[in-house]
């Protein structure tokens, strides 16, 4: 049974930073794609970062691009999005998401119903 488990949200102030981890067990693809996604009260849910686990390819956002980093440890099997400069229209429920690896989730990597599997999500607040 596959299971993502994120953590690490919390409340900041304008500028600060965080860093949200995601814990993976039970997937079998040993390359997935992972995805970090989130969703503000009365938005919809939107991507913000994705890596291709076999070669480290990332894409972003552009709300967030420059300030935000999608990382992998593939030997914890985790994946970690460090997030500076924040702002308060960075403030939402972020959740991570896996998806079957291949490059084409590079290429079309906020399509929401291509992601097998998500996490509980962990909330980030950003006061200003």
């Known amino acids: 049974q596959v299971q993502l488990v994120e953590s690490g949200g919390g409340s900041v102030q304008t500028g600060g930073s965080l860093r949200l981890s995601c814990a993976a067990s039970?997937?079998?693809?040993?390359?997935?794609?992972m995805g970090w996604f989130r969703q503000a009260p009365g938005k919809e849910r939107e991507g913000v970062a994705a890596i291709y686990t076999r070669h480290d390819g990332t894409v972003y956002a552009g709300s967030v691009k420059g300030r935000f980093t999608i990382s992998q440890d593939s030997a914890k099997n985790m994946v970690y999005l460090q997030m500076n400069s924040l702002k308060p229209e960075d403030t939402a429920m972020y959740y991570c998401?896996?998806?079957?690896?291949?490059?084409?989730?590079?290429?079309?990597?906020?399509?929401?119903?291509?992601?097998?599997?998500w996490g509980q999500g962990t909330q980030v607040t950003v006061s200003s």
């Open positions: 998401a896996a998806r079957a690896g291949s490059t084409w989730c590079l290429l079309d990597p906020w399509e929401e119903e291509a992601y097998n599997y």
């Open positions: 039970g997937y079998t693809d040993s390359n997935p794609c």
